[in-house]
């Protein structure tokens, strides 16, 4: 079982775990609704798309954009679609 956690505090788990350029995606569903925050942010990869971000917020501390997801990915990363993925301090292990 893969996990992801910032501050100590798990905010996705799931076996089902797709990793893509070293990144470990995991399904949408498996991640806590109640520590995203929208994000206005977004990002272009060539051969992904148009990535989103969330900011996280737990105990009153904000990781701004450490989540990023792919609304629409290319056909060449279809199998990142309804996954997230982590950066910015957040442990997945």
């Known amino acids: 079982m893969a996990t992801a956690s910032w ?5 996705a788990e799931s076996d089902d775990i797709v990793t893509v350029e070293g990144n470990a995606y995991f399904p949408r569903e498996a991640l806590r609704d109640d520590v995203l925050r929208p994000s206005e942010t977004h ?6 798309g148009t990535a989103s971000y969330y900011s996280l917020e737990i105990d009153g501390r904000v990781n701004k954009d450490a989540v ?7 056909d060449a990363a279809k199998e990142i679609t309804d996954r997230v993925a982590f950066w910015r301090g957040v442990d997945v292990s």
């Open 7 to 11: 501050n100590g505090v798990v905010i």
């Open 43 to 48: 990002t272009w990869c060539p051969w992904k």
């Open 68 to 74: 990023w997801y792919y609304p629409e990915p290319k």
